[in-house]
């Protein structure tokens, strides 16, 4: 073989050793934090501050040191595909025997989420990261499955019943619509609705609770944390929005 011809192959296994270890580096980080996680599956993804935030919030939640979470923030700053749909799939990786209940303003978009969920789940890229988590053969339905580790998913609507179940973690995303929100009777019907219904009924039932445009006291038992971001004009060529705690 020529000199020329050796110091190609050198520098090609030279190179796919050097993206093995990028990989591996990636899911250890998708292991160890939510940003990472949140990179490793939604690769195309733009992270500003904001996003860099929540995942902090998030790893507190995840590591057990933070109990409740409040996050306001205005519309498509991804909010939801962070809480609602990368959160509880990351949860659950971490520790398969989590039992989570996603609420929302109605059952089908409630719905929606556990299919997304589900379904990333099942996806060759999660189980890169997560290999020792499966979803139950028998138990697949996209608002209400399980792992084979004993954990569960369960898709309510904002005021539905959830008798017989409990939860690690309960996630409020959107508890009221659009068109309630803008008519001031129905956003006090709408805002005492979403108070007493975890009051009574979910709050029972929650040992960590993610609240997404949910305000309201829900108790003293677990500590607070409230992310906001201001909504201001961009800088030109830049994706970041500035961001308080």
């Known amino acids: ?21 990028a990989l591996l580096e ?28 929540m995942a902090k919030a998030f790893d507190r939640i995840a590591d057990g ?11 498509r700053h991804t909010k939801s595909e962070f809480a609602s749909y990368l959160l509880p799939a990351y949860i659950m990786g971490r520790k ?3 039992k989570i209940i996603q609420a929302t303003h109605t059952g089908e978009l409630a719905v929606r ?16 990261v997560f290999s020792g988590v499966a979803l139950k053969a028998d138990s697949k339905a996209a608002g209400r499955w399980d792992t084979d580790a004993g954990g569960e998913y369960f898709a309510v609507g904002v005021g539905g019943a959830m008798t017989g179940r409990g939860a690690d973690m309960l996630i409020i995303d959107d508890p009221h619509s659009e068109q309630d929100a803008q008519s001031t009777p129905r956003l ?17 039932r929650w040992r960590h609770c993610y609240c997404d445009d949910a305000m309201g006291d829900q108790g ?26």
């Open 65 to 75: 040191t933070l109990k409740r979470l409040i996050v306001n923030m205005p519309p």
């Open 220 to 245: 003293s038992d677990c500590a607070t944390a409230e992310v906001s971001v201001q909504q201001q004009r961009r800088p030109v060529g830049s994706n970041r929005v500035p961001c308080r705690v």
């Open 96 to 98: 398969p025997q989590t």
């Open 113 to 128: 989420f556990g299919r997304k969920v589900r379904n990333l789940m099942d996806l060759d890229k999660y189980k890169e």
């Open 26 to 53: 990636g899911q250890e980080q998708a292991q160890d934090t939510f940003i990472g996680f949140s990179r490793y599956v939604w690769p195309e993804a733009i992270i500003s501050s904001h996003h860099e935030l």
């Open 1 to 21: 073989m020529f000199p020329a011809a050796r110091t190609q192959d050198v520098e090609a296994e030279q190179l796919k050793l050097e993206l093995r270890l």
């Open 188 to 204: 006090g019907q709408c805002v005492g609705m979403v108070y007493l219904w975890p009051t009574d009924q979910a709050a029972a």
